[in-house]
């Protein structure tokens, strides 16, 4: 299962791994309490798209068809399957600083992940290869 949340939200046990899908720490968010199993800055929009989308809702369909295009990208691409292979397993919450809880990064990569599983490419290995890193020791 996939979800998306604020950082500024308080963490609840049914988050599950929370990542981090933002390219910048969210400001006033304490590191400690935000109770991130990991940031992954891979699947995080470019600075320059994130700058041009401004965050607003208008552009917010362009921003879409660009921020999928750099899901494609090969690093983007080896850490959405991990993302999807997880969340096939346990609950993912990815959390996101935006205000606007309609049209933002998180959105698009939730559908991004919940689409990868529907066709089966979650269950692949990884083309990296790689394995899971927590950060904090899960119960």
């Known amino acids: 299962?996939?979800?998306?949340?604020?950082?500024?939200?308080?963490?609840?046990?049914?988050?599950?791994?929370?990542?981090?899908?933002?390219?910048?720490w969210p400001r006033g968010v304490r590191k400690d309490g935000a109770r991130l199993d990991e940031w992954v800055k891979a699947v995080a929009p470019s600075d320059e798209l994130r700058e041009w989308f401004a965050h607003e809702p208008e552009r917010f369909d362009e921003f879409r068809r660009r921020y999928q295009r750099e899901l494609r990208a090969a690093d983007a691409t080896a850490a959405v399957t991990?993302?999807?292979r997880l969340s096939a397993a346990e609950t993912v919450t990815l959390v996101y600083?935006?205000?606007d809880e309609e049209h933002n990064n998180a959105v698009v990569l939730a559908d991004e992940i919940r689409r990868r599983q529907r066709?089966?490419?979650?269950?692949?290995?990884?083309a990296r290869g790689a394995t899971r890193r927590r950060t904090r020791p899960q119960p």
């Open 1 to 24: 299962m996939v979800r998306i949340k604020r950082a500024y939200a308080a963490p609840a046990r049914g988050d599950g791994h929370r990542v981090l899908v933002d390219r910048l």
């Open 82 to 84: 991990d993302l999807a």
């Open 97 to 99: 600083a935006a205000r």
């Open 119 to 126: 066709r089966g490419r979650a269950v692949r290995p990884s």
